[in-house]
């Protein structure tokens, strides 16, 4: 809808420039193409994380470590930040994006597949970031759920995949049925698993929001 185009220009305006090497990495995202949390989504974390202030958090999804980078500036002193990512081709530019910004020793990359590193985790975190393949989702939540402590909190993106997860099956196209079908029952899982509690929120691409009672 032009509406909503038009308001989330508007609300997007209102932001304020970030960090000079943050503006660097999220303009060089955008001129290869390599996607990253949408504006309205970025403030929404960094309002969460000064709100809960986590110690600890797991990003499943480094891509070129974007939002880790953000979410390292909205931490308190000493926060640690772990972030996995199995892309080959993403990793080196996230480990000198880190380094860019100096984050090096806040900030540690886990190289391989989410689940056998969430099942390889101990501990818990304050705060889990849900970024990775949108299929593999409803895997990655009974891991989730185990590593998040009591009153953590998970943040899922883009469980809207831009308004499609609405539309019946065969609406969508035949290559993103299982994508769609997945996050259908990840929303779901979401909303009666029986230790969070869910708000589903139209923000950018749709983020989830799920506090571990």
Do not use: W
């Not at 070129?64 to 002193?77: C, N």
């Not at 929120?201 to 749709?206: E, M, N, S």
Request: glycine share 8%.
């Amino acid at each position: 809808m032009v509406r909503d185009e038009r308001l989330t220009t508007y609300i997007r305006s209102l932001e304020g420039p970030e960090d000079p090497v943050l503006e660097q990495i999220e303009q060089e995202a955008a001129d290869t193409y390599v996607p990253i949390i949408r504006k309205e989504t970025q403030s929404f974390l960094k309002t969460l994380l000064m709100i809960k202030q986590p110690s600890r958090v797991l990003e499943i999804g480094t891509a070129i470590g974007f939002s880790a980078i953000l979410m390292s500036e909205y931490m308190p002193e000493g926060g640690q930040i772990i972030t996995v990512e199995k892309y080959e081709k993403r990793i080196p530019i996230a480990r000198e994006n880190f380094r860019r910004a100096g984050k090096e020793g806040q900030i540690t990359l886990i190289e391989g597949d989410a689940l056998a590193v969430m099942q390889a985790l101990d501990g818990s975190f304050d705060l889990i970031f849900m970024d990775a393949a949108k299929g593999q989702y409803i895997r990655y939540l009974p891991e989730a759920v185990r590593l998040l402590s009591d009153g953590g909190v998970l943040v899922s993106d883009n469980v809207l995949q831009d308004g499609d997860v609405i539309e019946s099956r065969f609406a969508v196209e035949r290559r993103n049925r299982t994508i769609h079908s997945r996050m259908r029952e990840y929303l779901y899982e979401l909303k009666h698993h029986e230790r969070l509690l869910t708000s589903i929120l139209p923000l950018g691409d749709g983020v989830a929001l799920s506090v571990k009672c």
